[in-house]
């Protein structure tokens, strides 16, 4: 088996956790590449590491899975890198809350051994592809959401939306997010989006900051396709995706649909989104609440 490895340059505080990573794979006869950036990274902090083959792209052979360590930031770069390949990525978190990087430290050997075994399975998660009229680039893919944002303090944006060539309305505000189920839980979140289970094939459109109050978030299905034209007094705006920003020149027109491809999770025993909604959002918590041995709660 071949894994390859993703990581970020925050990990001082994490570096046993690391060792403890590439001495496993080691013992378990894996051949590991890791991301040259990272493996600089480690170089310079921890110095040369046992078991480490190359670099992930020097060989034209695709790793059986990507192992991303870090936060979730660090798995969105992850799976922007992955894209069409559609690797299999599971996410060990060094990082902070881990939505998406949801394996812990403290479970590390044990997630290596079930991997080992193929004690696991794949979920799949869709991707959004973004076209502009200058045609498409090589990153224009996101995993949680397109942001289209404006760009200074004082002045809104308009947004002209259709929908399969539909006019839906014109959205004015600070910006407008296009988020699948994955980013659902995300930056959508946080505008009061709806959260949206990762089963459901559908799309949810949230306005940010709106100027009218009667403007609310919108599902649709994840076939839709959507237009967007931008117009902006300050002659531009950004349009992110998954945090990665481009500047466009007001006026410009640009289509979102779902990519034909999608990231492959990789999902253990005892990891499922309704666990994840609980431990890591607090969701339902509340004071007066304990949870009985059954694994529901009683008041």
Not at 24 to 44: I, Q
Request: proline letters at 3%.
């Amino acid at each position: 088996m071949e894994i390859g490895i993703f990581g970020n340059n925050y990990q001082s505080g994490k570096l046993n956790d690391i060792r403890l990573i590439f001495e496993k794979l080691r013992l378990m006869g894996v051949t590991v590449r890791v991301e040259s950036s990272f493996l600089e990274y480690l170089t310079a902090e921890i110095g040369d590491i046992a078991g480490i083959y190359g670099i992930i792209g020097e060989s034209d052979k695709c790793p059986d899975m990507i192992i991303s360590l870090g936060g979730d930031g660090t798995f969105l770069k992850t799976a922007a890198w992955v894209a069409r390949q559609e690797i299999p990525i599971v996410g060990i978190n060094t990082g902070r809350l881990g939505f998406l990087a949801e394996i812990g430290t403290g479970e590390i050997e044990a997630t290596l051994d079930e991997i080992l075994l193929g004690n696991y399975r794949i979920e799949k998660r869709s991707l959004l592809e973004v076209d502009t009229e200058s045609g498409t680039g090589t990153d224009n893919f996101a995993l949680n959401e397109v942001a289209v944002l404006k760009r200074d303090t004082s002045a809104m944006i308009t947004i002209h939306a259709w929908l399969n060539d539909e006019y839906l309305t014109t959205y004015l505000g600070d910006g407008l997010l296009i988020a699948t189920p994955t980013g659902s839980t995300a930056y959508s979140m946080s505008v009061n989006g709806p959260i949206i289970v990762p089963e459901a094939r559908n799309l949810v459109l949230s306005p940010i900051a709106p100027h009218t109050l009667n403007v609310r978030p919108l599902v649709i299905p994840e076939d839709y396709s959507i237009r967007l034209k931008v117009e902006s007094r300050s002659r531009n705006f950004l349009v992110s995706l998954d945090g990665r920003s481009r500047v466009f020149l007001s006026g410009v027109e640009f289509t979102i649909r779902k990519a034909p491809f999608g990231i492959n999770l990789v999902k253990l025993a005892g990891h499922d989104f309704y666990s994840t909604l609980r431990n890591k959002l607090l969701w339902g918590t509340d004071s007066r609440v304990f949870s009985n041995k059954k694994g529901y709660s009683e008041i």
